[in-house]
């Protein structure tokens, strides 16, 4: 079984390590809340600080009236070998050691201050104080500001509730032992601290009573029924302290000379001579630290479930948002095709139907390019007067015979002409669409989302890859409507017989000669018509083709080779400029270093107590 040193002072080591990251707090059960340890409780001017200063042996905690700890200060002591100079180590001060105490309750003054300014409000950063005497036991106390019941000059009228807070968040956890402080010149049913203890704590389990000042109560009086459980029962002894005097405090009385004249005061009092074994200051520093390393011990198999628990969550963190990157350049080439790799996975997820997206292509086709083929205004271009009008053109200065044959190409050719702005439309519509899952796919990708400027680079090779695709594209479609007009489909027309009309006019006016204008309106309306019909012909077949070749000359090339030529790109590049491109968000570098940080130290502290947990 480890040794109650080792243990206790593996815990100290691993808390010291959860504050300097910050891991003290916050929600769920953080490790440094995981791990017990010792929260001192009590009322302003209820004797906590003396209590913690005969603990130490030290002279060491501001003092003062009103609100004096006004944030927490976790108290770690190590017991040295017997001779050995005692000193003290701030967190916040790594390798400046105090031997002069009275520097130590100065900075501990001044430390507040830094976070609080000089007021009377309070912080819950903790200050981390480690103390190293051959004069202490290996145990981990934490100091809570006094409860208080009103607010004084300076302090903000939520104070009281604010310190209650304070303290119950470090109480309230189940693996925190409470030391609660009361002093015998006050009913202890009407102490501060057993009252919080006891809604926290309601089977005294946690709670350790120390009853203070039992030198200052009045003459006929003593503390012997809440000494002994009688008056207030807990799962553990109460312990009685008798604290330096006001005289002995100005007058600098040496604090092993205090716990000196403490044991003589229980030895020969009448009230509490049988009960001086467990009684005063040395006693309950021994006590604690042997429930301490106890308590430590049973905890350990929910403390390495904690911290298993939190490596594998730290892990998916990372691996969430990206390890570290490499610094030779394979490996940072390596890094950039793998993004281009994962982009381009979701972007051909959204035109293949496993993402949303694609199906607006479809949309194109079905309704849009249909719909801008029915508005072409053919009704207009094959009006009668206009088909007069282009056909008297073509004619020239000798009519034609038989039938217009120039009038009807350039009817057509002039009808088709129209195609060509539903065609462009349908190239520019995917475009946009493609070019939009291009940035959604950007911003999908997991991957990328740590390098914004790597993010900004593969978006602009993808739409300057989407705009050649687009004008092969448009020179494809116009061609298309170009071929339409460049070869009519003769058999259409050898289909179409020119059969004089049957009394075209009505019955025949024997009058005089037929109405020929009559006769060449009719005319015209054929030659109209027929045009119309072989439109309508080129017209599906457009509505077939230039689908296909949007499809051919644009998805299907941004499906096969959107980033080909950033490849080429990429590979030219120098080890600095693949670097620049690998740039992350700041925020995103300092919140994987945190996590970093926090994997180690749990993957350390889990180490470390394996190795000494079943000694």
Not at 454 to 461: F, G, Q, R
Request: charged share 25%; glycine share 6%.
């Amino acid at each position: 079984m480890a040794t109650m040193t080792s243990l206790i002072g593996l815990i100290n080591k691993i808390q010291r390590a959860c504050t300097v990251l910050g891991d003290y707090g916050g929600e769920g059960l953080s490790l440094w809340e995981a791990l017990p340890s010792v929260a001192v409780v009590g009322g302003q001017s209820s004797g906590k600080s003396s209590v913690l200063e005969s603990v130490v042996g030290r002279d060491f905690l501001p003092r003062g009236s009103g609100i004096v700890t006004r944030r927490p200060l976790v108290l770690q002591l190590h017991k040295t070998e017997e001779g050995t100079q005692e000193y003290a180590e701030f967190l916040h001060l790594p390798r400046r050691r105090f031997t002069d105490f009275a520097a130590v309750r100065k900075e501990i003054s001044d430390e507040t201050d830094r976070i609080t300014g000089k007021t009377k409000q309070i912080s819950n950063i903790p200050i981390q104080l480690s103390i190293y005497s051959p004069n202490v036991v290996n145990l981990t106390l934490i100091d809570l500001p006094g409860l208080t019941k009103v607010a004084v000059e300076g302090q903000q009228e939520s104070i009281v509730q604010d310190i209650e807070n304070m303290v119950r968040s470090y109480v309230e956890k189940p693996n925190c032992i409470i030391l609660a402080i009361s002093p015998a010149n006050q009913d202890i049913a009407t102490s501060d601290a057993i009252k919080i203890a006891r809604e926290v704590d309601p089977s005294g389990e946690r709670t350790f009573g120390v009853v203070t000042k039992l030198d200052l109560m009045d003459k006929g009086t003593n503390a012997v029924d809440v000494l002994e459980g009688r008056q207030y029962r807990l799962q553990h002894p109460w312990v009685g302290i008798v604290n330096r005097s006001q005289a002995d405090i100005n007058r600098n009385v040496d604090m092993i000379a205090a716990r000196r004249k403490e044991r003589e005061y229980f030895e020969t009092s009448p009230e509490y001579g049988h009960l001086a074994h467990k009684m005063g200051s040395e006693y309950l520093a021994k006590l604690l630290s042997q429930h301490l390393e106890q308590v430590i011990r049973q905890k350990i198999p929910s403390i390495i479930a904690l911290i298993n628990k939190t490596i594998d969550e730290l892990n998916a963190e990372l691996d969430r948002i990206g390890r570290p990157i490499a610094v030779d350049s394979g490996a940072q080439l390596y890094t950039i095709l793998e993004m281009c790799r994962a982009f381009d996975k979701v972007f051909k997820e959204h035109l293949d139907g496993g993402r949303p997206g694609g199906d607006r292509i479809y949309g194109v086709f079905d309704h849009q390019l249909p719909a801008a083929l029915k508005k072409l205004p053919f009704d207009r271009h094959l009006s009668l007067k206009n088909v007069q009008r282009v056909v008297t053109e073509a004619d020239g200065y000798q009519p034609h015979l038989i039938a217009p044959e120039q009038g009807y190409r350039r009817l057509i050719e002039g009808s088709i002409g129209y195609f060509k702005g539903p065609a462009e439309a349908s190239v520019d519509a995917v475009h946009f669409v493609l070019k939009e899952l291009v940035r959604k796919s950007i911003a999908e990708t997991e991957e990328l989302k740590r390098f914004p400027t790597l993010s900004n680079d593969i978006a602009t090779a993808s739409n300057e890859a989407l705009e050649k695709f687009r004008e092969e594209s448009r020179k494809t479609v116009l061609r298309l409507v170009d071929m339409e007009s460049s070869y009519l489909t003769v058999e259409f027309f050898r289909k179409i017989h020119f059969e004089p009309e049957k009394n075209p006019n009505g019955p025949p006016n024997r009058n005089g000669p037929p109405n020929m204008d009559s006769y060449t309106d009719n005319h015209l309306r054929k030659i109209g018509s027929n045009v119309n019909s072989y439109i309508n012909m080129v017209c599906d077949t457009l509505k077939n083709t230039i689908p296909k070749a949007v499809v051919y000359c644009q998805v299907r090339e941004a499906k096969r080779s959107l980033l080909n030529h950033f490849y080429v790109q990429v590979g030219r590049k120098e080890k600095e400029k693949l670097g620049t491109m690998l740039d992350e968000d700041p925020a995103l570098m300092e919140r994987r270093n945190q996590i970093a940080k926090r994997l180690e130290l749990y993957k350390q502290a889990r180490d470390d107590i394996d190795s000494v947990a079943w000694k």
